[in-house]
């Protein structure tokens, strides 16, 4: 008798949830793929889930639900959120403009394997080329890391990625190092602290805690990365732009440090719904605002820029359709 009334209970309290459930709509859970935790990729991705309750929470006055929660795991970076997406195991990531291009078209490490259902949503912020150096090390640029103990990150990061294109484009096998390590964004600064290592490699946001670690932390420096090598990648790669990381950005840098880089892009793939990469979407562009402030990164991001620059994947439509109701296109 007992146990029946607890079922009877049970039963009308779930038949209550599904009532509730059914007047607000439907819950859709997303996840974004970032990056290490002391990067920007990893501030991005809770930046949006942030503007996302921030609509669910407004919505819910207002009576317009979208029903979507948000979380932003730390993973291992750029090709490992293409990956899960590709899996279907996580809905959206942010990744290098480099490592869009190659996914969708099937070049570098993605030959013969294409993701043709990669989709773009709009770019973030520019990630320059960083080649971090020990503040004792004695090493000018590109050509100082041979024979040096240097970092090329973990497998999964954009910028392993990058390191290995540039390596094959200089004709550099990995026995150019001394050492080469394969430590994560969180783990190398430390390393180059500890004199564990001599120089690592980093394609991130200006400015980011990680990077600060070194340059603040144990006066490591940012060389310059314009040699010809650099010169020859611009010219030749569309997703390769110039840039700078302005003087006084950390303690060490007295001089601009110029260099070349990518853009942080964010991705999905087309089997994520239309209406739930729309309303991410306009959580994002109608808070725009809040959004810069939420990193420094992302001080001087402008939404007319970043539906195009560093794209190179078709834009999911859920994108395209807020940004023509904007007017955008
Ligand atoms: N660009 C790096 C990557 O693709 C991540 C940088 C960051 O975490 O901000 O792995």
Known sequence: MRKFVIAGLTGAVALGLAATAGAQGKRTF??????????????AGNAICRLVHKEAAEGRKSGRQHGIRCSAPSTGGSTYNIGQIAQGELDFGVAQSDWQFHAYNG????????????????????????????GSS????WDGLKGKRVNIGNAGSGQRGTMEFLMETASWKKDVFQLATE???????????????????????????????ATDGCGARIVNFDNDLAKGLVKKYPYYA????PK?????????????????????????????????????????????????AFRDLDPKKMISDGLSAPLHPGAARYYKEKGWM
């Open 242 to 245: 110039w840039a700078k990381i």
């Open 107 to 134: 070049s570098s490490t993605y030959k013969g394997k294409p993701f043709k259902k990669l989709r773009a949503v709009f770019s973030i912020h520019p990630e320059p080329l960083h080649i971090i150096v020990g």
């Open 183 to 213: 430590l994560t964004s969180t783990e190398q600064s430390k390393a180059l602290c500890d004199g564990k290592i001599d120089a690592f490699i980093y394609t991130v946001g200006v400015p980011n805690a990680g990077v600060s670690v």
């Open 30 to 43: 997303i996840s974004i793929g970032t990056g290490g935790p002391t990067g920007v990729y990893f501030a």
């Open 138 to 141: 004695g090493i000018q640029g």
């Open 248 to 296: 006084g950005t950390y303690k060490t840098a007295t001089e601009d440090v110029t260099t070349f880089g990518v853009m942080a892009t964010f991705v999905s793939s087309a089997d994520v719904a239309e209406q739930t990469v729309y309303e991410v979407t306009r959580a994002v562009m109608d808070n725009i605002e809040d959004f810069r402030k939420l990193h420094p």
